[in-house]
């Protein structure tokens, strides 16, 4: 066995030791077809505020503008995988839905932390420049997975794997090493005819297939968008409050993905797990702070979530919740207090249009769900 590839076998065992669920290799720039797709997505303004997409988007484009001397990319997937149904609590309208992503340890962390562990494991091996990246940096991790055969870009956008399904994080290592790339998985390969994702957004903000105008996706509304959440979201938006997992949640091939294999730093915190909103209407900066510590949720700030849980208060059709929301009509951020006026305006609606404000919390009966732990809709069949 030739040197370079024994070394590629001590690097998988050593990432596996480390945690993550899958490991694969590609030439540094194999993702930057993708680049045509980043500059398409951005020119049609599908990035809303998210301006950091744009600022580096030339780096963003191609691992090679961002590093010229990067020679090879490790791509590395953590399973986060759900033991219970993400989509439960959608009929339980006092309660905010945090998507299962965030309910445990921040994975910028815990992947980043293991990323290095890995760097500094390849760099005794054999002596190499590298550099580490997760989600944050200006590199297109989900084309770069891709071709180096962890999975494929399924129509939600987000990388699908046969063992673990949707619910991975994703991780890279540039490398100055010229390491023998996988054979990748060719893009939409086992989507099929399936759409279960694009039927199950509650925003369609997946259309067409493989392509996703975030400044409808109730992520982005509840985690990156600044201001008043469109009004014509606001009911769709349901209970969620901090991210979303509809069209990972329903996605059959999940029914392969193993709870098991969810890395332990990505376990429910049980405060997250179902907050009641009323609880989280009450906190003030410093109980946020205190509450989310040690969360990707931190990150948004008490106002934000605050915004959140009063368009989902606005939502449940729980009059016990004025209470909690009539307080934020002081609130200094005009964000919050045209939140609570809204929130105020559906909650003591007369009944009959209370019913019809309380459409976005129905239970999910009319969608497939499948998570490790529950039924799922068939494997697709080829020709997607
Ligand atoms: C910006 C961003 C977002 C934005 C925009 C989403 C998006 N799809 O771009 C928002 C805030 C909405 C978001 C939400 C989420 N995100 Co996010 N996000 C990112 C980030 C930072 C960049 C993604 C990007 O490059 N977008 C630019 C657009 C142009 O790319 P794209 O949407 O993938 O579009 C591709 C396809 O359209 C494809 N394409 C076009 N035509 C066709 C045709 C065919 C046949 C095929 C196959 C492909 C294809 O080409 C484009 C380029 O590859 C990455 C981290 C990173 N640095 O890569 C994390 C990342 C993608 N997010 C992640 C996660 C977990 C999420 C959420 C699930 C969190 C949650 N539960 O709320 C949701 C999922 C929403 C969704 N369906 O995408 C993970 C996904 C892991 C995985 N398994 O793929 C990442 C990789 C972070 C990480 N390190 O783990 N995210």
């Known amino acids: 066995m030739d040197t370079r590839q024994a070394l590629k076998d001590a690097i998988r065992a050593e990432a596996e030791r480390l945690g993550f669920v899958a490991c694969g290799f590609a030439r540094a720039d194999a993702g930057s077809d993708a680049g045509a797709e980043l500059r398409r997505w951005l020119e049609a303004g599908h990035h809303g505020t998210m301006g950091w997409m744009e600022a580096r988007s030339d780096q963003r484009e191609s691992p090679l503008a961002l590093w010229p001397q990067a020679k090879s990319g490790i791509a590395l997937a953590m ?77 939600h956008t987000n990388l699908v794997s046969r063992e673990h399904g949707s619910w991975l994080f994703l991780g890279v290592i540039l490398t100055s090493l010229e390491l023998e790339p996988d054979s990748p998985a060719s893009a939409g390969m086992h989507c099929g005819t399936c759409s279960a994702c694009l039927d199950a957004c509650p925003t369609e903000a997946i259309g067409p297939a493989h392509r996703i105008d975030a400044r409808k996706c109730i ?125 105020l305006g559906r909650l003591q609606a007369p009944p009959s249009a209370r019913m019809q404000a309380s459409w976005s919390v129905s239970a999910p009966e009319d969608r497939r769900v499948s998570t490790c732990a529950t039924r799922s809709g068939p494997i697709p069949t080829s020709g997607g």
């Open 79 to 155: 399973s986060y995988a759900p033991a219970s149904d993400p989509l439960a609590l959608a009929g339980e309208g006092e309660r905010g839905r945090i998507s299962v992503y965030a309910q445990g340890g921040d994975y910028h962390k815990t992947v980043k932390k293991a990323l290095k562990a890995l760097a500094r494991f390849i760099v005794a091996e054999a002596p190499s420049e590298l550099k580490v990246f997760v989600d944050t940096a200006p590199v297109m991790e989900k084309p770069l997975a891709q071709a180096a055969g962890l999975g494929w870009q399924g129509k």
């Open 219 to 343: 992520s982005y509304l509840t985690i990156e968008h600044d201001g008043p959440i469109p009004a014509e979201f606001r009911e769709a938006i349901g209970n969620r409050i901090y991210g979303c997992d509809d069209c990972l949640a329903v996605c059959p091939w999940n029914r392969f993905a193993q709870s098991a294999r969810a890395n332990r730093a990505f376990v429910p915190r049980a405060e997250l797990a179902a907050p009641r909103l009323a609880d989280l209407l009450a906190l003030d900066d410093l109980a946020f702070r205190e509450m989310f510590a040690g969360s990707p949720i931190k990150r948004i700030g008490r106002n934000r979530m605050i915004r959140n849980c009063l368009v989902a208060a606005g939502n449940s059709g729980e009059p016990e919740l004025v209470a909690s929301v009539e307080p934020h009509l002081a609130d200094a951020d005009p964000v919050i207090t045209e939140a609570a006026e809204w929130a």
